[in-house]
């Protein structure tokens, strides 16, 4: 390389030209693209290079130069510091845009279909205070300090957050009342240098059902079996001599404050992986589940429940996936990754029978509670390893499915469980997705076995940030 070629720590001035997937920055250098850890497009920045490749470099902002002609005003106060929002100075028909054009392009570039059909996306009915569920992370710094927040932008400090627009004020004055109570049990926050203390993960849950119905009828409900509003509490903490007494005075002291909190669940985590998930529920002061409401059906969860944490934004996935998968009475669907049975109920009503696949118990036990709770008599839900459990359905021996809908891990899909699908033959296949690499590297996979992709439909369930979901149809060749 010559003298003059950039290299790790030098400041270069750059013309943002668009986003990639992710988020990043799109600039160019002396021919080199040029990924910058923020910006928007038409901005002016200056950025410090962390790698230089052969054909790309990496670059963290050190400054905003010249703003871009397209970006407005942010509108929480943490904004910059806090990385729970990246795109508040974005204007959200901008933020869709440019979705849709992540899906296009992992397509593709990932999925070698350039010319794939992908329809418009369907923003989030709601653009702040949409969540369901917010995580929260305490951490103890090297002054002995106590924090309770969201993580810092690209970092493992926590911003002590005093306002968040991505769920209730509710849920912010419990983050501040917990902070302050976890504050006066002196016992220690989670260190990550250390990677060990008492205090790990607040996690509150606000279903919007409850919400919905403690604005039209108060916090009792109606009487017709809608609940009134429920909030539910999580805990997740190491082990401690004075754990149990720590976290039940907290949960009086909430209960107390707050009469929506319909529940605190203390839960234990002893792996040093900084996952807001408790291993073992250890107390339980009030209710562990609360009620939500999808599609006309009434979905009981738990305190480790998966769920999509933008209701109304799930609702419009899902009926995209219903609308793709087109069931009739006399059809046969498999659900891979069926989590609590959201997307199987969603289904079922129109279905001949709906069978799920799921490797979490206790997701299984609340799919199956899911159905009895709505009287939906055509779904049933197999518990284990969605890989283990395809390689006992040999096609040929019992009913094989006309369609087959998943909505994988982040990581999509293993090959053999797209050869195992892909054996049943089924005529259809809705694939939903939380991630359009992913996505595009699996309909890859399925299309060199004989289908092809039909359409896509992006969906926004996360407003100010650059993630999106998307649901694809892929039928097989000749039906």
């Keep these: 390389m010559s003298d003059t070629t950039p290299r790790p720590g030098d400041l270069l001035e750059l013309t943002v030209d668009g986003l990639a997937a992710g988020g990043r920055a799109v600039c160019r250098h002396e021919g080199r693209v040029v990924f910058v850890a923020g910006g928007l497009p038409g901005q002016r920045v200056r950025a410090k290079l962390t790698a230089v490749k052969r054909r790309f470099a990496e670059a963290t902002p050190d400054a905003v130069l010249e703003p871009s002609p397209i970006q407005c005003a942010p509108f929480c106060a943490h904004f910059g510091d806090c990385g729970g929002c990246a795109w508040q100075d974005l204007p959200y028909a901008e933020q869709l845009r440019w979705k849709e054009r992540f899906v296009v392009d992992a397509l593709g570039r990932i999925g070698g279909l350039r010319d794939a059909n992908v329809l418009p996306i369907l923003g989030s ?58 504050r006066e049990s002196g016992l220690p926050g989670w260190d990550d240098g250390r990677q060990d203390g008492f205090w790990r993960f607040l996690v509150v849950r606000e279903p919007e059902l409850g919400r919905n119905a403690a604005a039209d009828t108060g916090a009792e409900g109606d009487g017709q079996g809608n609940p009134g509003r429920q ?26 404050r707050f009469p929506e909190v319909t529940g605190v669940v203390h839960s ?63 059809d046969t669907v498999w659900d891979l990754y069926s989590g609590v049975g959201a997307i199987a109920l969603h289904l079922a009503r129109a279905a001949g029978a709906v069978r799920g696949f799921e490797i979490t118990p206790e997701a299984v036990n609340d799919a199956r509670a899911n159905a009895a709770r709505n009287n939906i008599l055509n779904c049933s839900f197999v518990s284990g390893d969605v890989r283990a459990s395809l390689r006992r359905e040999r096609p040929g021996e019992g009913v094989s499915p006309r369609i087959v809908v998943m909505d994988p891990p982040r990581a999509g899909l293993h090959e053999d469980v797209v050869e195992a699908v892909a054996a049943h033959q089924p005529e259809r296949i809705v694939y939903v997705s939380c991630n359009p690499a992913t996505m595009a590297r699996d309909v890859a996979l399925f299309t060199a076995r004989g289908y092809a992709l039909q359409e896509a439909r992006p969906v926004d369930l996360f407003p100010h940030s650059p993630h999106v979901e998307c649901v694809a149809l892929l039928t097989r060749a000749g039906e």
């Excluded at 810092?152 to 004055?173: F, K, N, P």
């Design 125 to 182: 009915p709601a653009e702040r205070g949409f969540r369901n569920k917010m995580e929260f992370a305490f951490n103890q710094d090297r002054d002995g300090q106590l924090h309770l927040g969201l993580r810092r932008r690209a970092s493992r400090a926590v911003v002590d957050i005093t306002e968040c627009h991505l769920q209730t004020q509710l849920t912010v004055r419990i983050v501040e009342a917990v902070r302050d109570l976890a």
């Design 231 to 256: 909030c539910m509490i999580q805990c997740i903490t190491g082990r401690h001599p004075g754990a149990a007494q720590a976290v039940s005075r907290l949960a009086e002291a909430l209960r107390a």
């Design 268 to 330: 234990l985590r002893l792996d040093p992986e900084q996952i807001a998930y408790g291993e073992r529920v250890l107390a339980v002061d009030g209710e562990a589940v609360l009620t939500e409401r999808l599609g006309g059906n009434d979905l009981l969860l738990g305190p480790d429940s998966f769920f999509q944490t933008n209701t109304a934004a799930a609702g419009l996935l899902y009926d995209e996936a219903r609308r793709m998968a087109a069931a009739g009475p006399d």
